[in-house]
T-cell receptor
Framework: DQQVKQNSPSLSVQEGRISILNCDYT??????FLWYKKYPAEGPTFLIS?????DKNEDGRFTVFLNKSAKHLSLHIVPSQPGDSAVYFC????????????FGPGTSLSVIP | SAVISQKPSRDICQRGTSLTIQCQVD?????MFWYRQQPGQSLTLIAT?????????ESGFVIDKFPISRPNLTFSTLTVSNMSPEDSSIYLC????????????FGEGSRLTVL
């Protein structure tokens, strides 16, 4: 049973436009959510996170929105740049088990110049 | 943040052999983790490497197949034993950056191909 879902395996966006990556989760115990970016042949890099007590967190061009009632979060990248082309993983953890960070399957973003 | 180095970065192995992956962190960390990313798949947690005690394995992973050592707060090894082609994956070492959240830092990964 996949607890963290990213239903779009891939996304293409024009440079300068907004990229929106979506993520859904099923475990209501999750209270901390993270986004990671991964380039080929590299390990995942932490991008941005959000606690369940917030509904928005912003860091430069990256904003994460959390809708707890819908068990949904999204990552917005504005403006998108070619260097943003990578696989983006949504991940979640629960206060009761911070040992475990559960990752979604990833969305491959291509930003077209 | 923590800088994590893994060796080897890639290897081609024969069926039935074992390979040990080393993970070095540039600072002392309480918790280290080993993940696997099979082709086209997400990251799956194999085990938590605890310093001074046995590793804690996730469902579907056993110590005989994936023995782990954690001799100190900056180093861990993962051995993939008696390898088969199904073990061909990227194996990733990670460490927790913040004790109270899930933020993890990752090594660059070790890509194993089993023939």
């Amino acid at each position: 049973d996949q607890q963290v879902k990213q239903n779009s395996p891939s996304l293409s966006v024009q440079e300068g436009r907004i990229s929106i990556l979506n993520c859904d989760y099923t475990n209501s115990m999750f209270d901390y959510f993270l986004w990671y970016k991964k380039y080929p042949a590299e390990g995942p890099t932490f991008l941005i996170s959000i606690s369940s007590i917030k509904d928005k967190n912003e860091d430069g061009r990256f904003t994460v929105f959390l809708n707890k009632s819908a068990k949904h979060l999204s990552l917005h990248i504005v403006p998108s740049q070619p260097g943003d082309s990578a696989v983006y993983f949504c991940a979640a953890s629960a206060k009761t088990s911070y040992d475990k960070v559960i990752f979604g399957p990833g969305t491959s973003l291509s930003v077209i110049p | 943040s923590a800088v994590i180095s893994q060796k080897p970065s890639r290897d081609i192995c024969q069926r039935g052999t074992s390979l040990t992956i080393q993970c070095q962190v540039d600072s002392q960390v309480t918790m280290m983790f080993w993940y696997r990313q099979q082709p086209g798949q997400s990251l799956t947690l194999i085990a938590t490497a605890n310093q001074g005690s046995e590793a804690t394995y996730e469902s579907g992973f056993v110590i005989d197949k994936f023995p782990i050592s954690r001799p100190n707060l900056t180093f861990s090894t993962l051995t993939v034993s008696n390898m088969s082609p199904e073990d061909s994956s990227i194996y990733l070492c990670s460490a927790r950056g913040d004790l109270y959240t899930g933020e993890l830092f990752f090594g660059e990964g070790s890509r194993l191909t089993v023939l």
